[in-house]
């Protein structure tokens, strides 16, 4: 059976803590000496009010209503990566460049890493979604501390046989198929979110935070004996890998979270396959 998520920790708040002890000096500069960290900043707002300073911190962006867009202390996610959260009192973020979040976390639902950050500090007002922050940074440059790398698994375009529909194909032409039982490969993609069949799987370096690229079909009723067949997240937080799946498709949209999905698949069979 699979579990919810848990909530956990990341591993990089410790990051924050071991620079706290190799240069206490910061508590003193930040304006044209070393860099503050986020704590640094809150507890002393007064000082540093209306001045460029450059900080340390876990930068966390969050679409939705309302949006997050801070520098915080440190960061919690679930076990999947999702549902990132900022920890500690955070610092509202203006201007961050969208080219530095490439390097960042990614897992489907937010942008999330540790930065260092140049900006005018502002205090003492309401900033954000419903004025809920007291701080802003107005940020005129921004890097990552840490840099993190993908790697990405596809389906390659090729011909199944054997009745078997391509994957390309049934995204071209998914009238042909609507309403048929049809038998189709492509990558299984579970979060307790989403449930897709994709074109590919996008993976951090050390195999975390999946998520689903390229064309999706919402897909229900995948046998739980073949998902453990399959990369399991931690506590079972999400499934993934490439697949042989039958089932009946249909077409037309209105499908799956949201109704976002065109099409949707529902499983008779399937079967775990090894990666090309």
Known sequence: MIRTPKRAMLLAL???????????????????????????????????????????????????????????????????????????????????????????????????????????????????PNGAYHHRLQISNAEPIEQVRYVEHRIEQSDLGDGKTSFFDLQANPDQYNGQTITTQGYYFWNSVIYVLAEGVQTEEDASSPQPIGDTIWIEGFPPDQSGQLNLGPNNSYVWGLVEVTGAFQTGGGFGKDGAYRSILLVESATALPEQ
């Open 14 to 128: 410790l990051l924050l803590f071991s620079l706290i002890v190799l240069s206490t000096c910061s508590l003193q500069n930040g304006v044209d000496g070393d860099a503050l960290y986020v704590q640094d900043v809150v507890q002393q707002a007064q000082e540093y009010a209306g001045k460029e300073i450059t900080v340390d911190g876990a930068y966390v962006w969050r679409p939705g209503d309302p949006s997050i867009s801070v520098l915080a202390l440190g960061v919690s996610t679930l076990d999947s990566g999702l549902d990132a959260q900022p920890l500690g009192e955070a610092i509202w973020v203006d201007g961050f460049p969208a080219e530095v979040t490439e390097g960042l976390h990614r897992p489907g639902d937010a942008v999330y890493g540790f930065v260092r950050v140049t900006g005018q500090f502002e205090t003492g007002g309401e900033y954000g």
